[in-house]
């Protein structure tokens, strides 16, 4: 009998026990509603460097960590066909040139001069059968074969002069022609020298000399050597409390323990429709000592924040609308701004109050 009495007692001590709730009340201190956000690093500007033809890697005049100037050559990509269609080209457009052909153009200018001397005669000769042909000197056959002569010759001077003409505009074609086949093939040539789009810093080289490369991969990533951004990633739930302007709070892995401000500069406006999350871009404003591209930071993009407001831990709001002050007693009450661990309770309590947890 004494031991079904020790029993009652334990189980009775154990319900009273597991009838404890925990309890608390509302404390009034400063609370910040923010988004979550991850993301990287990276240089302003920052882009991958693609090789416009394929072909192999001749020659690489740059390392990491070199500073290049826009414009300058950062790899040379073999293609001895090229360079040989260039060279024709080239020996097509000096073939072609007018000067070159200044020697025939020459001769056209002879023969219309003789042509001219010609015509110029037979119509000298002409006019004196005419003049002798109204004084009934000489025969009706001499005239008309003078005629027929002069006819003849001032044929032979048009023809000349387009003989002439022709052959100009041809050459003059064929040389425009010729010189833009050269621009064009020299067009083509230059796609072999990939050149740097920007000033800034050779932040990766992603391909080594003698390895064959193609439009589809990049060689290299550049991008500016002291400026840089932060590329963060924005549930689309979210999305539409971020603005521009908003401040953000940023922790680097590589400075754990120190939080860094930002601020939001631009929200590209298309989703990924993978990750369902839009990219945000913000700019320091409090900047570590030493930055490289793609390191990963978390940021709290800042929405609201108030001081002195009366707040809860956020497990004793009950589906966001009520608390309890007892086991059955439920209190309504008006929320407004929220972080990760408190809410902050406008209408429905005061700080005397006691609320039990759920």
């Not at 609370?31 to 882009?47: D, F, H, L, P, W």
């Not at 390895?211 to 990049?218: A, K, R, T, Y």
């Not at 002291?226 to 739930?237: A, G, H, M, N, T």
Request: hydrophobic residues 35%; charged residues 30%; proline residues 3%.
């Amino acid at each position: 009998m004494k031991r079904y009495f020790q029993l009652a007692f334990l189980l009775v001590c154990l319900a009273s026990c597991g009838g404890d709730r925990e309890t608390t009340q509302p404390t009034v201190e400063d609370i910040t509603e923010s988004v979550y956000a991850s993301g990287v690093v990276k240089s302003r500007n920052q882009y991958q460097v693609y090789p416009v033809v394929s072909g192999i890697i001749e020659e690489i005049l740059v390392t990491e960590g070199d500073t290049v100037q826009q414009g300058e050559v950062l790899v040379r990509i073999g293609n001895e066909a090229a360079r040989l269609s260039t060279e024709n080209a080239r020996l097509a457009a000096e073939y072609a040139r007018v000067s070159a052909n200044a020697e025939k153009l020459a001769e056209l200018e002879e023969n219309i001069e003789l042509a001219r001397s010609r015509m110029r005669n037979d119509s000298l000769l002409l006019v004196r059968q005419r003049n002798l042909w109204e004084n009934q000197i000489g025969t009706r056959v001499e005239l008309e074969q003078r005629e027929l002569a002069y006819k003849n010759s001032a044929t032979a001077y048009r023809s000349a002069r387009l003989r002439y003409n022709d052959l100009k505009k041809q050459l003059d074609f064929a040389a425009r022609q010729s010189q833009k086949n050269l621009q064009i093939s020299q067009s083509q040539s230059s796609d072999f020298t990939v050149r740097s789009e920007t000033n800034g810093k050779v932040y990766s080289m992603l391909r080594e000399k003698g390895e064959l490369v193609s439009p589809q991969v990049p060689i290299a990533v550049l991008g500016d050597a002291e400026e840089f951004i932060l590329e963060l990633q924005v549930d689309e739930y979210d999305i539409a409390r971020v603005k521009p302007g908003q401040q953000v709070l940023l922790n680097l892995d590589s400075y754990r323990g120190q939080v860094f401000e930002g601020r939001i500069t631009k929200i590209n406006p298309a989703m990924n429709e993978r990750t369902r999350s839009f990219t945000v871009e913000a700019e320091f404003v409090t900047m570590p000592d030493a930055l490289y591209p793609n390191l990963t930071t978390e940021a709290n993009i800042v929405i609201q924040a108030k001081k002195d407001a009366l707040t809860i831990p956020r497990d004793y709001l009950v589906d966001g609308t009520y608390v309890l002050k007892s086991k059955d007693e439920r209190v309504p009450v008006k929320t407004g701004l929220k972080d990760y661990q408190k809410v902050e309770i406008v209408e429905g309590l005061s700080r005397e109050d006691v609320i039990v947890k759920p």
